[in-house]
């Protein structure tokens, strides 16, 4: 194997994920040993159990793995996986990742000074997992950097039954990843293809945390993240995120590497993506509240942060409602999102329905009204690693106030658009029409409530 960059990857890992974080199964799991280099990754895997069929992961669907060799036995390759006779417990199968041909899948790709990939397209795995999860140690070449979303237990990752079949994305690049920490988080934010523009983009994601923190409770909601961005030439925009929670909280922000200041300052994607780590991964798939909640507090907490001002929420709000209308229900819009692609009105209208909450509930007297019930879910499903249902989030949320149920059935489940219900409140709430902007009065009977949600008093 070629000269090893152990100690710096180890030691900046340890920076970020600290000695707390540890979690050990009492089963076998299996052991992955990974050489990083520029081009290649090398992989020795231990199989406590043996194995009769390896398969690559969901994400990373195997592209680049080659030359795959068991300790004692043989493998042939198999309908995207490899075959294997005589492999018996304990044995170890070695093979390459092409790093190249694993980040052509999904969101991955070549970038001038790196790679990014889904992380799964380092991990073969049994097809059968007698393991609940994996211990993966990473070493690199000198000058290459890696950054991988999994929990730090010492000097190795572990990784859960999850992470082996999904989850985020692995950063190979030449610039070390940057540890930023505020609070009780450690953020980890690593740059691949942005040249001179690597520090400014570091700097829009720690506003972009910044802001997610202002509308969960003054701290961002987990107490770690990874965050790869990769800076696309010929770009001047923020293009595309995704925010993946199986293995640990990993958001993919694609920006344009010619994004003016101007833009990255008024940018709603970082915060939208962001804002997904701190809520529990929803199945099956809900989009109107997943996303509706992302939209609502990614304006509302730009607000906050003084990225937008707050006539310019109120008048995004506003218009976002009107985005709501259309034929059928929005939970009919939400289910058929995948196929009918109405983004607008699944995301706006959920946005609307999250207005609509977080009215109702600090009108029945809950302090701190939507954002501090999403604090209590965040508690109530470990730093929202677990995976709920959407009846689960709603019922945290409304925390036996009574006040989702009437709001759900009728702007959700039913036909009726949330922006009826809005534009009943909007004079009362002091909101104003006035083109470009809202006009804000302050001596409207709910504009007390107004200036609570956007962060004017408490
Ligand atoms: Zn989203």
């Known amino acids: 194997m070629p000269e090893r960059n152990t100690c710096a990857i180890f030691v900046l890992a340890a920076l970020f994920f600290g000695p707390s974080d540890t979690c050990r199964a009492s089963v076998p799991l299996l052991r992955y040993r990974v050489h990083v280099g520029a081009e290649l990754a090398e992989v020795e895997l231990v199989l406590p159990s043996g194995a009769r069929r390896l398969v690559p992961g969901d994400d990373g669907a195997g592209l680049g793995i080659h030359a795959v060799t068991p300790s004692q036995g043989r493998a042939v390759p198999d309908d995207g996986g490899f075959l294997l006779s005589g492999v018996g417990r304990?044995?170890?199968?070695?093979?390459?990742?092409?790093?190249?041909?694993?980040?052509?899948?999904?969101?991955?790709?070549?970038?001038?000074?790196?790679?990014?990939?889904?992380?799964?397209?380092?991990?073969?795995?049994?097809?059968?997992?007698?393991?609940?999860?994996?211990?993966?140690?990473?070493?690199?070449?000198?000058?290459?950097?890696?950054?991988?979303?999994?929990?730090?237990?010492?000097?190795?990752?572990?990784?859960?039954?999850?992470?082996?079949?999904?989850?985020?994305?692995?950063?190979?690049?030449?610039?070390?990843?940057?540890?930023?920490?505020?609070?009780?988080?450690?953020?980890?934010?690593?740059?691949?293809?942005?040249?001179?523009?690597?520090?400014?983009?570091?700097?829009?994601?720690?506003?972009?945390?910044?802001?997610?923190?202002?509308?969960?409770?003054?701290?961002?909601?987990?107490?770690?993240?990874?965050?790869?961005?990769?800076?696309?030439?010929?770009?001047?925009?923020?293009?595309?995120?995704?925010?993946?929670?199986?293995?640990?909280?990993?958001?993919?922000?694609?920006?344009?590497?010619?994004?003016?200041?101007?833009?990255?300052?008024?940018?709603?994607?970082?915060?939208?993506?962001?804002?997904?780590?701190?809520?529990?991964?929803?199945?099956?798939?809900?989009?109107?509240?997943?996303?509706?909640?992302?939209?609502?507090?990614?304006?509302?907490?730009?607000?906050?942060?003084?990225?937008?001002?707050?006539?310019?929420?109120?008048?995004?709000?506003?218009?976002?409602?009107?985005?709501?209308?259309?034929d059928g229900s929005l939970g009919e819009a939400s289910a058929t999102l995948g196929r009918h692609h109405d983004y607008d009105r699944v995301y706006w209208g959920g946005a609307s329905v999250a207005l609509l909450i977080d009215l109702a509930l600090r009108r029945a007297g809950v302090h701190g009204g939507l954002p501090a019930r999403l604090t209590a879910l965040r508690r109530a499903t470990h730093d929202a690693m677990d995976v709920v249902t959407a009846e689960r989030v709603l019922a945290a949320l409304d925390g036996g106030t009574g006040v989702l149920g009437p709001i759900v059935a009728r702007y959700v489940a039913g036909r009726v658009s949330p922006r009826v219900a809005l534009d009943a409140l909007w004079p009362a709430l002091g909101v104003l029409d006035d083109g470009e902007r809202a006009r804000l009065d302050d001596r409207a009977p709910l504009a007390p409530l107004r200036r609570a949600i956007d962060g004017q008093q408490p």
């Open 90 to 326: 304990g044995a170890t199968v070695r093979y390459r990742v092409s790093l190249e041909r694993a980040a052509a899948t999904s969101f991955g790709g070549r970038l001038d000074d790196g790679v990014i990939l889904p992380a799964d397209a380092l991990l073969l795995r049994p097809a059968r997992l007698a393991e609940d999860g994996a211990e993966v140690t990473i070493t690199s070449a000198a000058g290459v950097f890696v950054s991988a979303p999994w929990l730090r237990s010492g000097d190795h990752f572990v990784l859960d039954h999850d992470a082996l079949v999904e989850g985020g994305w692995i950063a190979v690049g030449g610039r070390p990843p940057v540890l930023r920490t505020t609070g009780k988080t450690r953020l980890e934010i690593a740059v691949v293809g942005a040249g001179a523009r690597a520090e400014r983009l570091v700097r829009w994601v720690e506003e972009a945390a910044r802001a997610v923190a202002t509308v969960s409770g003054g701290a961002f909601p987990t107490a770690r993240a990874q965050v790869v961005v990769a800076a696309l030439p010929g770009q001047k925009r923020p293009v595309f995120g995704e925010c993946q929670r199986a293995g640990g909280p990993s958001v993919l922000l694609l920006v344009g590497r010619d994004t003016d200041d101007a833009t990255l300052a008024e940018d709603w994607m970082a915060p939208h993506e962001l804002f997904h780590v701190g809520v529990p991964r929803i199945y099956p798939r809900t989009p109107w509240l997943a996303e509706g909640l992302a939209t609502y507090f990614a304006a509302v907490a730009r607000a906050r942060a003084g990225k937008i001002d707050r006539p310019r929420l109120w008048h995004m709000l506003m218009a976002g409602a009107k985005d709501a209308d259309g």
